[in-house]
């Protein structure tokens, strides 16, 4: 299925209100000095990639319920992240998981990805899973098993992965480990830490020139008593072992309960070493949950510091940004729908913070300010400044509102029918 402008046009109706709404709001941020057309042009340049694994219904480790009209192959998966660009028009990219998502079909892969408009981000490898064909069992770990031949057959996948996107246009790959241990003693921390460190700098090194190396951390799950790169100063130190292209790659949901991850995200910014940055959102753990449902004033307090970053940081790569969530009851692209607009909606906030009137109350010791010029952006109903970016580039006034007026789910089904079910956990 693919949606027409036509479709979304009429989807769109009567812009009026919005006429109105938008007006009112710039006519305000005018007057307090905002460039409101350059805000919007940045929020309709800004786009996240859609991982492959997330357009059809997740699961848990205590099943899985699938969704009726799922992708069943990669082209398939292909056409979904074209619907959710055409509504929102910040999907244009897609994030590929080997081998859940090998392509088969390398041009009508790309044929497809370039009618929607949509290139192809990092690319994600495989070694928390045991594949079909592999020689060896990744049960005890992969980059970090006590088995040198394992190890290597972990290092080679990455470096197909690597293969695979270069027929793509990916120019980053993501790795994440889930090598650790269950239980005391049962292996060496240290060991397993360099065993880590040699198998990344041997992916790294067959990188090509024009590639990045994102290293992702996340302190426990699967394992449940330690995580070989447990958290963002590991994935740190092995990235500045690896090389000046291999980063940090930050999850929202590897973290602690209460970890202050704005503060990590200025940190690595302030070296030069944030490569890419996973949304999702969360109550106790990893829960993977739609972006901003839980925590949406720690998001905002997060792209504050990315924008800082951006601003201030030149020596930080242009970041791969991605949606990391699992739909386990909504209809995955409606979920994805609300994760992109509370995306949007985060970085616009951001983006209207006075950064200038901050730093002089944070060198005067001012907190009552600090605190109120950062509410003040928060408390802005951005969501007009997000209509007009999409507007700007054909997409649609409400894209939750347009998915389900065209009917979208009931063509999918419609076309594939009700049984067919996603790759993915």
Known sequence: MQLTKDQIASANGNLNDHEA?????????????????????SLADFQVAVPSWALGAGGTRFGRFSFHGEPGNLEQKMDDVGI??????????????????TPQDYAAVKQIANRNGIVFDAINSNTF?????????YKHGSLANTDE?????????????????????????????ADGTSFPGQRSFQKALAQTEKSCQEIYTALPEDWSLLIEYKPYEPNFYSTVIMDWGTSFMLANACGDRAYTLVDLGHHLPNTNIEQIVATLMAKGKLGGFHFNDSKYGDDDLTVGSIKPYALFLIFNELVYGMRHNPENPNLA?????????????EDLIQSLEAIQEAYAKALLIDQIALSEAQLNHDVVKCQEILQ????????????RARLSRGGALSPLAAYRSLKVRENLIRERGMHTVATGL
Do not use: C
């Open 149 to 177: 031949a394992i190890r290597a057959q972990a290092v080679q996948h990455n470096q197909e992965v690597v293969r695979i996107g270069e027929k793509l246009g990916s120019k980053s790959l993501t790795i994440w480990l």
């Open 84 to 101: 959710l660009h055409a509504l929102t028009q910040t999907a244009g990219a897609v994030s590929l998981h080997i081998p859940w998502d």
């Open 321 to 333: 940004w991605m949606i990391d969530a699992s739909h386990n009851i909504k209809d995955p692209l």
């Open 21 to 41: 709404d938008f007006n009112y709001l710039a006519n305000k941020l005018s007057r307090s000095g905002t460039d409101v057309e350059s805000l919007v042009k």
């Open 129 to 137: 899973q045991d594949q079909p064909g592999s020689k060896y069992s």
């Open 376 to 387: 003040e952006a928060y408390r802005t109903d951005v969501r007009p400044l997000l209509q």
